[in-house]
């Protein structure tokens, strides 16, 4: 699978953005499509994960209410809304793909393949 995020930018905090993942690849069905982010100096972390088909999404406790995992599959992109931003919402983000299915993959190690991140900066 192939992934290429996009939508990164400089935004003040409180603002909105919208972040896209365009999705390539075969046997998508069998796939959790998932975000993650870095800010500098600490690691990686989970934001969210949508299933390819079902709609099923999970996003961790933090962000839950404020980030937003979506699919358009006629697109083949899955997006990542992200409102009343703070400055710690400052970080790479970065989609990736799973195989796992039997639970939500929301640990980095279950996610096969990984696009480039889009740095987002959140002002204060």
């Known amino acids: 699978v192939q992934l290429q995020a996009s939508g990164g930018g400089l935004v003040q905090a409180g603002g909105s953005l919208r972040l896209s993942c365009l999705v390539s690849?075969?046997?998508?069905?069998?796939?959790?499509l998932g975000w993650f982010r870095q800010a500098p100096g600490k690691e990686r972390e989970f934001v969210g994960t949508i299933r390819w088909r079902g709609g099923m999404s999970d996003s961790i406790d933090a962000m839950r209410g404020r980030f937003i995992v979506s699919r358009d599959n006629a697109k083949n992109t899955v997006y990542l809304q992200m409102n009343s931003l703070k400055p710690d919402d400052t970080a790479v983000y970065s989609c990736?793909?799973?195989?796992?299915?039997?639970?939500?993959?929301?640990?980095?190690?279950?996610?096969?393949?990984w696009g480039p991140g889009t740095k987002v900066t959140v002002s204060s």
């Open positions: 990736a793909a799973s195989r796992v299915t039997v639970v939500t993959p929301t640990l980095a190690y279950e996610y096969d393949d």
């Open positions: 690849g075969r046997d998508l069905d069998s796939y959790y």
